[in-house]
């Protein structure tokens, strides 16, 4: 039996590497970490980078997982608890919002969607499974920030390498730039149990989440609709109560599914 190929050897440390902890490594720090040349390590991971699974941010230079490796697990996503708790409850609240539906967790402080239920009518859309999601510009992203002091650490950490002041990525006029004023909206975000994105990731879009708890209330995710800001906001541009209703109706239904026994 031929023995094992040592450049995919080095190729799977360094995705195992990248996995861990910020997920966000220079070259130097994977070097050094697996004991390889620069030379050698700089070959490997510029094929991974060819074929998507690794992304260099062009900043830092740094190196992190890409969104193709992200695709390669959809079929674990399928059997993941939290997707396969939700299906029905999603699929749902997409019949009764007339909007499509997302369903995020937590990766390396981006919103990672492990479920999406089209908006139900006859546009074009498409699958968003596996996609990445900016946090601080999207009302999933929010809800997790609220509640997972992990993801806010790893968002706080991501702006100040992206940024010397530490500004938050600006998608629209309307998206937070600061760490001050995305603390004020995460403390709306608890006392009122939902959170919302008008015109912030793009304008003309919106949307509203709530957060999915498991066992002793701890926030697994969240689910959320987005859509048109004209059919997701009133007149006033604030989100219709009764979409709002909607999703943490759903939520909460899920999350009972979960064993969160107080929703």
Same mark, same amino acid.
């Given at each position: ?9 080095? !190729?799977? !440390? ?30 490997? /991971? ?12 062009? !900043? ?32 749902? /609240? ?170």
């Amino acid at each position: 039996m031929p023995g094992p190929v040592q450049s995919i050897e080095r !190729a799977a !440390a360094i995705l195992r590497l990248l996995a861990q902890g910020s997920g966000r490594l220079g070259l130097t720090e994977i070097a050094n970490s697996l004991g390889l040349a620069r030379g050698t390590a700089h070959g490997i /991971l510029r094929t991974l980078q060819l074929v998507g699974f690794v992304e260099q941010d062009e !900043a830092t230079g740094k190196y992190q997982l890409g969104a193709a490796l992200l695709h390669l697990g959809t079929s674990y996503l399928d059997v993941n608890e939290l997707r396969s708790r939700a299906i029905n409850w999603a699929d749902a /609240l997409a019949a009764r919002s007339g909007e499509a539906v997302r369903i995020g967790t937590h990766l390396q402080g981006k919103v990672l969607v492990v479920h999406h239920v089209f908006r139900p009518d006859d546009s074009l859309q498409t699958l968003d499974v596996g996609m990445l999601m900016p946090m601080h510009a999207t009302a999933i992203g929010k809800v997790l920030l609220a509640y997972d002091a992990n993801a806010a650490a790893a968002l706080h950490d991501a702006s100040h390498d992206a940024s010397q002041d530490g500004e938050l990525e600006q998608f629209t006029r309307r998206t937070v730039r600061t760490h001050r004023e995305m603390s004020r909206m995460l403390a709306t975000v608890r006392e009122h149990g939902w959170a919302s994105d008008v015109d912030e990731a793009g304008m003309g879009k919106a949307g509203v989440a709530a957060p999915i708890r498991g066992y002793g209330g701890l926030v697994v995710g969240a689910m959320g609709i987005s859509g048109a800001t004209e059919r997701i906001c009133d007149s006033g541009g604030r989100p219709r109560p009764d979409l709002v209703g909607y999703v943490r109706d759903a939520a909460r239904a899920v999350s009972r599914d979960l064993g969160a026994s107080r929703w």
